[in-house]
């Protein structure tokens, strides 16, 4: 498909064939194979017949001399083989991000038609997830590979689809809205333009195999740009499917690259590519490093130890207790807003809230992965953690802590009961705890503590200590008291109010970290423009000069 004119010769085509995008889709067989773009049965793939996840670059599906194999993480057979790149392989990569100027693939004065591309793509795509067997294609595959419910995966599918929706028609150039100033004499004007990068990269985690990618490649692909993107081996079948369908909409296949490779192998690209900029969602360790390799030509979502409080206003007990459950364990608690620990006012002291908390961890189980397989952290690291923690004066288990039973689940990953540890407040600020508790946990797994009423300037000061400022919560409706928590606090997405949470991030506002000049946003118009756009000034001056003008003195 060529490059620039890429919407009208995918029109074109369609037109030629008789046959129009959506009725073609329409009009295919029932069966799951008859999906247009996909290459895998979700049900099918195991042992005996595993899956294989090709690498994408300039424009062609390639398969590896070497394949990396995954296993299932709820019964440890070998399912799902993939085509890995490793550092004699990565030149064709760099090459093709070479062919993207700084400028890149369009701007406001280079392919406009792009920008109408771009919206055409996101309707096709949002409309494909629209399509129930569509929809549940992909929720199954997320399950296959970071289990988590049904319910779970399906959300993370739908707000895909909706951000896709979001940006649909004519709201990919509204993204490259300009201004401009009037100048001081006629015939001046400055314009402030939103401008590409060029050459970017591109790598998101396991945890959300579809909805971080999706949004963050397309956000790129919105404001011109040319990516590279890498997802986490463990997960990457499911944004490789993704890929294929947006082929399939009219994503011009030179637009992108994928590549499947270590972290070593992907480090290497990056020193030798030198992309422009490159966004990276994960670990802190893996960013900082990242930063210093990079020279500071990076956005970061990365470790997020989430704090919630509660306020002294008790209000409905059993609607709290289900929120700081769905905050803290569902996706077993692998999410980058998972509720970290719970500063609990002495006024829910009293409450059955503790009690609730418990009933409703122990019914979630394995079998609907309302509870299952933790990919970071082994059972014995946790558990081990967990051992230190209690080993601080005055602190107790308060539910949870032991492994899971009667399972399949490799031991490479971890297998735990939701588990909450109770901290002492002022035990917890101590120098040689402080480090301890506010540990990421990326698992079923939070520390809860409770303050008094003259304890509030203590947990500001545990907020103000905490490096990683993602989301939080303060569950109150006392005005007073949110305005004490939100103005002495940073934490960049913020749920205030009886209802606030710390996780279930929509499309519809703003999702990132604050307090870091490097963090990234993801989801709203002022994300993508923030992320995968720079500001470029314009000065017009073209006159006419003031009558009688003369050559003045040197200044």
């Not at 392919?111 to 199954?140: C, N, Q, W």
């Not at 009667?406 to 109770?422: D, E, F, M, R, V």
């Not at 949470?501 to 490097?518: K, S």
Request: glycine share 8%.
């Amino acid at each position: 498909m060529h490059r620039f004119g890429g919407f009208r010769v995918m029109r074109a085509r369609a037109t030629q064939k008789g046959i129009s995008w959506l009725s073609s889709f329409t009009l295919s067989s029932r069966s799951v194979h008859s999906l247009p773009f996909a290459t895998v049965e979700v049900e099918e793939i195991s042992g005996s017949q595993p899956a294989e996840v090709q690498n994408l670059v300039q424009g062609r599906w390639t398969g590896s001399s070497s394949w990396n194999t995954i296993v299932d993480p709820l019964n440890g057979e070998p399912f799902i083989k993939i085509a890995e790149v490793d550092e004699t392989g990565i030149q064709p990569y760099v090459e093709s991000l070479s062919t993207c100027p700084k400028h890149g693939l369009h701007n406001p004065f280079k392919s406009p038609e792009r920008y109408l591309l771009y919206g055409d793509i996101s309707a096709k795509a949002a409309h494909m997830l629209s399509v129930p067997k569509v929809l549940d294609f992909f929720t199954r595959l997320i399950q296959r590979v970071a289990p988590k419910s049904y319910q779970q995966a399906l959300g993370e599918v739908q707000v895909t689809q909706k951000f896709l929706e979001n940006f649909s028609g004519d709201q990919v150039r509204f993204l490259a809205r300009s201004f401009a100033v009037p100048g001081n004499h006629l015939g001046q004007q400055s314009h402030g333009f939103r401008w590409p990068y060029g050459p970017v990269a591109i790598i998101t985690p396991f945890n959300f195999p579809l909805e971080i990618p999706v949004l963050q490649l397309m956000g790129a692909l919105y404001m011109g740009n040319k990516p590279v993107l890498k997802v986490d081996s463990k997960v990457c079948i499911v944004m490789e499917q993704m890929m294929r369908l947006l082929h399939y909409c009219g994503l011009p296949v030179e637009d992108v690259d994928f590549i499947n490779s270590d972290g070593k192998t992907m480090n290497k690209l990056l020193l030798e590519a030198n992309p422009r900029m490159t966004l990276f969602t994960g670990s802190s360790r893996v960013a900082d490093k990242l930063a210093v390799d990079l020279k500071g030509r990076i956005k970061l979502e990365d470790a997020g130890f989430d704090w919630k409080i509660l306020g002294p206003d008790v209000n409905e007990v059993d609607y709290v207790a289900w929120v700081c459950d769905q905050d803290a364990y569902a996706c077993s608690g692998q999410k980058c807003s998972a509720q970290s620990i719970l500063f609990m006012h002495e006024n829910w002291s009293g409450t059955s809230l503790l009690s609730k908390m418990k009933d409703l961890a122990e019914r979630r189980k394995l079998e609907d992965l309302t509870v299952g397989p933790v990919l970071t952290f082994t059972t014995e690291a946790i558990v081990e953690h967990m051992n230190k923690l209690l080993q601080i004066p005055g602190s107790k288990l308060l539910f949870g802590g032991k492994p899971l039973e009667n399972h399949s689940i490799p031991s490479i990953y971890g297998a735990l009961k939701p588990t909450a540890i109770y901290v002492p407040l002022e035990e917890m600020l101590k120098e040689s705890n402080y480090e301890l508790v506010t540990r990421e946990i990326f698992g079923p797994f939070q520390i809860i503590t409770d303050y008094k009423k003259d304890q509030l300037p203590l947990v500001l000061e545990a907020l103000e200590r905490m490096h990683a400022h993602l989301t939080a919560a303060v569950v109150s409706n006392d005005p007073l008291f949110l305005q004490e928590v939100i103005g002495k606090s940073v934490n960049g997405t913020t749920y205030a109010g009886l209802r606030a949470r710390t996780t279930g991030a929509p499309q519809n506002h703003w999702f990132g970290p604050a307090g870091d000049p490097r963090g990234a946003g993801i989801g709203t118009p002022e994300a993508i423009k923030l992320v995968w756009s720079c500001h470029r000034e314009i000065i017009y001056d073209i006159g006419p000069l003031p009558k009688h003008w003369e050559i003045p003195p040197s200044t």
